[in-house]
């Protein structure tokens, strides 16, 4: 199976602010790569999917980027409501999800 | 409107055989490339894939759970059914069914989940 590392793990940041969380693939998943968000006390909720595809519905300060082993979440102009965590996913094999990155407001 | 809902007992005991449904409405399970899959999550710990069954019936399992796991489904019921048997408290969580879509870009076809029910809670304790 090809494990998904995720950091950081958690991160306290302030509304406004750019955010980046990476996750690294154990081998290349090519363009694999899925981002969610599940916020608390409810199910996820896909973000992005194909490493950079922002999924209908999803505001544009959610992007994503990388190929192979190495992939990025960025969330721009930080509000409130991004208060959650965010778990990548690879479809390239066997489904396999990060471990997850808590993300608080300051 | 896609949709989603889980069903299934709250309460089993170790050793006992799960079985949940997931009842979907909204889209159909004989289209071309749609699955239904289910992911469960251990109180405050991360998603785990469970299975998955597609249009034509194919059907995947997590490999360190494949000898416990059967996924089937009734298109004409719309509902996708898991069982696990041998169920441990390890196996306490919540379960979630969602739905499985593809797309084909240049580098092939990309797999994502984008409609997700909201989820069952399962406890397993004696």
């Known amino acids: 199976d090809t494990q998904l590392t995720q950091s950081p793990s958690s991160l306290s940041a302030s509304v406004g602010d750019r955010v980046s969380i990476t996750c690294r693939a154990s081998?290349?998943?090519?363009?694999?790569l899925n981002w969610y968000q599940q916020k608390p006390g409810q199910a996820p909720n896909l973000l992005i999917y194909?490493?950079?595809n922002l999924q209908p519905g999803i505001p544009s300060r959610f992007s994503g980027s990388g190929t192979g082993t190495d992939f990025t979440l960025i969330i721009n102009n930080l509000q409130r409501e991004d208060i959650a965590t965010y778990y990548c996913?690879?479809?390239?094999?066997?489904?396999?999800f990060g471990q997850g990155t808590r993300l608080e407001i300051k | 409107q896609i949709s989603l809902k889980e069903s299934g007992p709250t309460l089993v005991k170790p050793s006992q055989t799960l079985t949940l449904t997931c009842t979907y409405s909204?889209?159909?399970?004989?289209?071309?490339?749609?699955?239904v899959g289910w992911i469960r999550q251990p109180p405050g710990k991360a998603l785990e894939w469970l299975a998955l069954?597609?249009?034509?019936?194919?059907?995947r399992y997590s490999p360190s759970l494949q000898s416990r796991l059967t996924i089937t489904k009734d298109t004409f019921k719309n509902q996708v059914v898991l069982t696990m048997t041998d169920m441990d408290p390890a196996d306490t969580g919540t379960y979630y069914c969602?739905?499985?879509?593809?797309?084909?870009?240049?580098?092939?076809?990309?797999?994502?989940?984008?409609?997700w029910g909201k989820g069952t809670t399962v406890t397993v304790s004696s």
């Open positions: 194909a490493t950079s």
């Open positions: 081998q290349s998943v090519s363009f694999y």
């Open positions: 909204g889209f159909s399970l004989t289209t071309s490339e749609v699955g």
């Open positions: 069954i597609y249009w034509d019936d194919d059907k």
């Open positions: 996913q690879q479809s390239y094999d066997t489904i396999t």
């Open positions: 969602a739905r499985r879509r593809s797309g084909l870009m240049w580098f092939g076809t990309y797999y994502y989940t984008d409609v």
